[in-house]
């Protein structure tokens, strides 16, 4: 299982720009999730998935989209990049009713 | 899901135990206490939880109050690769999903 991926590793972008961060799984977890997470701060929801075809709101919603069309893929959309939103992105996932959540590598954004 | 407060940041000796505090007085009879670790600028990884007993896997041990409103993560004989950033978690029994990271507590092992 190669787990939780994420892709790009690292990305500069100007602001006005949008872009999708990549988030795919391969244990088959229903659950889906992306957080933020700023210098020197703990990770922030920004938002989640139970399924596919079903999404809702973490803590830190306002300037991102989300959509799940299969189990594996959770993509996370920025329609119009602002200098706020330079952080670490990390996609995580799990088994509903479990416990722990994997999480991938994270993607370093960086707007300009 | 009750808040939780952790010293900012502290030292072990490599070899020594390491002991990890968190203090959640709020917390309610339904809800586990959970320990994940973010080393270096990886993603976290899950450590343990538990809910009133006390618990211990390969990585580390968790010892819970009787009355819950703190607990201690035990690393037995920290490594350098120890050294991370260590969060403890309270979440409802019911919904185990979402997870509120605080600031956590910076561990760092020394040689």
């Known amino acids: 299982n190669a787990g939780v991926t994420q892709t790009p590793k690292f990305q500069v972008l100007k602001t006005g720009q949008s872009m999708t961060l990549q988030c795919a799984q391969d244990?088959?977890?229903?659950?889906m999730s992306w957080y933020r997470q700023d210098p020197g701060m703990g990770l922030r929801l920004i938002h989640y998935s139970v399924g596919a075809g079903i999404t809702d709101q973490g803590e830190v919603p306002n300037g991102y989209n989300v959509s799940r069309s299969t189990t594996e893929d959770f993509p996370l959309r920025l329609l119009s990049a602002a200098p706020s939103q330079t952080s670490v992105y990390f996609c995580?996932?799990?088994?509903?009713?479990?416990?722990?959540?994997?999480f991938g590598p994270g993607t370093r954004l960086t707007v300009t | 899901d009750a808040k939780t407060t952790q010293p900012p940041s502290m030292d072990c000796a490599e070899g020594r135990a390491a002991n990890l505090p968190c203090n959640h007085s709020?917390?309610?009879?339904?809800?586990?206490v959970y320990w994940y670790r973010q080393i270096h600028s990886q993603g976290p990884q899950y450590i343990i939880h538990?809910?009133?007993n006390n618990e211990t896997n390969e990585m580390a041990s968790l010892i819970i109050t009787e009355d819950r409103k703190s607990s201690t993560l035990i690393l037995p004989h920290a490594t350098l690769r120890d050294t991370a950033v260590y969060y403890c978690?309270?979440?409802?029994?019911?919904?185990?999903?979402?997870?509120?990271f605080g600031t956590g507590t910076r561990l760092q092992v020394f040689p």
């Open positions: 244990m088959n977890h229903e659950y």
């Open positions: 538990g809910l009133k």
């Open positions: 978690i309270v979440k409802e029994s019911y919904n185990t999903d979402k997870l509120i």
């Open positions: 709020t917390i309610s009879g339904n809800e586990y």
């Open positions: 995580a996932s799990k088994t509903s009713g479990t416990y722990e959540q994997y």
